[in-house]
């Protein structure tokens, strides 16, 4: 198994550019999980769902970012407008119906 | 609201000392929790896991302990190595439900 992929890997962009950070979760896996990481904050979950619906947003920073999961193999996290302080590295993850969750190699975000 | 705190926040230890990171949690009603290991550049990877069923767990060097009354879990690493050196994260959780994390650990050994 190729295992939850990322794209882009790496992101530079300006403030104000829309970002579009997408991830493929690992076939056969039903819940899918995005989490930011910065140094002062740590792993923060910022939505997840189950069965390609959201069940908790609770942790999306404010209206600029959504996520969308169109189908079960792809998930896509928007920012508009991107800011500087949006700068991390964001994962994916995704787990079966256990509670073992498998990230992917991460998004590293810059907003210049 | 729910977290975990997790300690220490760094560790030193020579090759072939034992390191252990420890971390408490607040919501009673969690019974999984797993312990992840992050390389420089990449995703966490999980290295072991317990159930709230078991007391302790172990992996060849690694092993888990919990203590659900205390609502503590300790991760203890024996004969470590430096490819041991990373970020340790804790987790608590339960079924259909998102984990949290500790803040992590810097495990660093040296040779």
């Known amino acids: 198994d190729a295992g939850v992929i990322q794209s882009p890997r790496h992101e530079v962009t300006e403030m104000g550019q829309e970002v579009t950070l997408r991830c493929k979760p690992i076939s056969g896996h039903n819940s899918l999980f995005w989490y930011r990481q910065t140094m002062m904050r740590g792993l923060e979950l910022l939505i997840y769902f189950n069965n390609n619906v959201p069940i908790d947003d609770s942790g999306m920073p404010e209206d600029r970012f959504s996520a969308k999961m169109p189908n079960a193999s792809f998930s896509t996290l928007k920012i508009q407008p991107s800011e500087p302080r949006d700068s991390a590295v964001y994962f994916c993850?995704?787990?079966?119906?256990?509670?073992?969750?498998?990230f992917g190699p991460g998004t590293r975000l810059l907003v210049l | 609201g729910e977290n975990v705190e997790q300690h220490p926040s760094t560790l030193s230890v020579q090759e072939g000392d034992s390191a252990v990171i420890k971390c408490t949690y607040s919501?009673?009603?969690?019974?999984?929790f797993p312990w992840y290991k992050q390389e420089l550049g990449k995703g966490p990877q999980l290295i072991i896991d317990?159930?709230?069923?078991?007391g302790e767990k172990k992996d060849q060097r690694i092993a888990v302990t919990l203590n659900k009354t205390a609502k503590h879990f300790s991760l203890h690493i024996t004969e470590t190595q430096p490819e041991d050196s990373a970020v340790y994260f804790c987790?608590?959780?339960?079924?259909?439900?998102?984990?949290?994390f500790g803040k992590g650990t810097t495990l660093s050994v040296s040779s």
């Open positions: 993850a995704s787990s079966s119906s256990t509670e073992t969750q498998y």
């Open positions: 317990i159930r709230s069923n078991v």
């Open positions: 919501d009673s009603a969690s019974n999984y």
């Open positions: 987790a608590e959780g339960q079924a259909g439900t998102a984990l949290i």
